[in-house]
């Protein structure tokens, strides 16, 4: 069995670093949470990258190293315990955003060593998801997204071996095994 997982709010916790770490640290730099919502908002479907919204509220550049500190703290470390299991020739991370971004994230969090391959991309991710399930066609693939609407292009009759989870939080390791 091979298993694609999606990065933000699935491994990572996107939401609550966002409310724990990242909102407080730019409060204290004069931002409002309604600001950054905005801008959070009008960006999210144009490729959000922490370095874009330090620029336009007018942050040096040196401020993103404090807002990607600790941010291994915010790693789903109960489904990592689940995928470490897997092994990294049965696991892929594909992940809608900034490539330059998610890819410092990722390698941050220390979880690239788990899978076999990473992939960004910036717009659906049928095409990739789509090209894991032939190269494994023998084999089940399991998608974990934490949004369904990256479910709803899948090709299931040309891809039975695909089948997709829509990750809530819950605990997965009965699908894992």
Not at 53 to 76: P, W
Not at 93 to 109: A, H, M, V, W
Request: aromatic share 14%; hydrophobic share 35%.
């Amino acid at each position: 069995m091979k298993y694609i997982f999606d990065f933000d709010d699935v491994l990572f916790q996107t939401g609550r670093r966002r409310y724990e770490h990242m909102y407080p640290r730019l409060k204290k730099a004069g931002i409002s949470t309604h600001d950054i919502d905005e801008y959070y908002q009008k960006v999210r479907g144009e490729l959000f990258s922490m370095k874009k919204l330090l620029a336009h509220f007018s942050l040096k550049e040196d401020y993103y190293e404090e807002m990607m500190r600790e941010i291994e703290t915010f790693n789903n470390e109960e489904l990592l315990k689940e995928i470490k299991k897997l092994g990294k020739s049965n696991c892929y991370i594909i992940s809608y955003g900034d490539t330059e971004f998610q890819l410092d994230k990722i390698k941050r969090t220390g979880v690239a060593s788990l899978f076999s391959e990473i992939i960004v991309v910036q717009e659906s991710k049928k095409k990739m998801v789509e090209k894991i399930c032939t190269k494994h066609k023998d084999e089940k693939v399991f998608f974990i997204d934490d949004k369904a609407e990256n479910f709803k292009d899948l090709d299931f009759k040309k891809y039975p071996n695909l089948k997709t989870i829509l990750y809530t939080g819950q605990n997965l390791e009965s699908y894992l095994q």
